[in-house]
């Protein structure tokens, strides 16, 4: 009975991960503790967004983050991804906290991975994109006003170059390539970038492979295994 009551208290707590945060640890029979990690809707920054509206939000990411860097139960992390970008900055500190992990990483973009989305893809040691999946590199936007000087328009060239620079570091684009995508005026009507499908955003170097949950679990899974091996030699 007491057994049953754990088992309880563990699914209601999972299923609180999940509704909240959208997160739960995943335990194999092999011993392998993975953490997912979902990263859906609109990355919030520090102005809260529509309650109608999806967003995952930064200050829930970083804790869960650093408690699991710190928890040596956890063996990798998975991060799933569908979302339409959002807060630069705010992306960019998930972006950068993920791939500063020292336990393996895997990512898988599902839906979309936009924006400042890209660089949260490749953020991880390696990346997946399903054959729909879609990115879109485009420059930097602010809402409100904006003042027309030119110190206006070098915080933008500095906010892109950390983009750019980013995503260079952690994937086989250049960042020449990166701007050149980022400026194209012949796919968007209405803006300037380019968007990404599949197999498209593996060719430009941006993700490593095309596949679906069962290659990147696989993928993670033996990272996890040449990581332990590592470390006991």
């Known amino acids: 009975m007491g057994e049953q009551l754990k088992q309880q208290e563990k699914d209601q707590n999972e299923n609180e991960q999940i509704k909240d945060m959208?997160?739960?640890?995943?335990?194999?029979?092999?011993?392998?503790?993975?953490h997912l990690m979902s990263i859906i809707g609109e990355i919030e920054g520090h102005e809260s967004l529509s309650p109608n509206a999806k967003t995952t939000k930064y200050e829930h990411v970083l804790p869960k983050?650093?408690?699991i860097e710190d928890d040596k139960k956890v063996d990798g992390v998975m991060l799933l991804l569908n979302t339409v970008g959002g807060d630069v900055e705010s992306g960019l500190a998930i972006a950068e906290m993920i791939s500063s992990?020292?336990?393996?990483?895997?990512?898988?973009?599902?839906?979309?991975?936009?924006?400042?989305?890209?660089?949260?893809?490749v953020s991880t040691d390696y990346s997946y994109i399903v054959p729909t999946g879609t990115m879109v590199i485009h420059p930097?936007?602010?809402?409100?006003?904006?003042?027309?000087?030119?110190?206006?328009?070098?915080?933008?060239?500095?906010?892109?170059?950390?983009?750019?620079?980013?995503?260079?570091?952690?994937c086989f684009a250049s960042q020449e390539r990166l701007e050149q995508m980022m400026m194209n005026t012949s796919m968007l009507t209405k803006d300037l970038g380019t968007i990404?499908?599949?197999?498209?955003?593996?060719?430009?170097?941006?993700?490593?492979?095309?596949?679906?949950?069962?290659?990147?679990?696989?993928k993670l899974h033996q990272m996890i295994d040449e990581d332990k091996q590592s470390n006991e030699n």
């Open 22 to 34: 959208g997160q739960i640890t995943l335990e194999q029979d092999a011993g392998h503790k993975i």
């Open 65 to 67: 983050l650093a408690a």
């Open 101 to 121: 992990l020292s336990k393996p990483t895997v990512s898988l973009v599902l839906g979309g991975s936009h924006s400042i989305g890209v660089p949260l893809a």
């Open 140 to 170: 930097v936007r602010l809402n409100g006003l904006v003042i027309g000087a030119p110190q206006t328009y070098d915080y933008f060239q500095q906010m892109q170059d950390r983009i750019t620079g980013f995503v260079a570091q952690h």
């Open 196 to 218: 990404l499908v599949g197999k498209q955003a593996v060719e430009e170097g941006i993700i490593n492979e095309v596949g679906g949950i069962d290659e990147a679990m696989k």
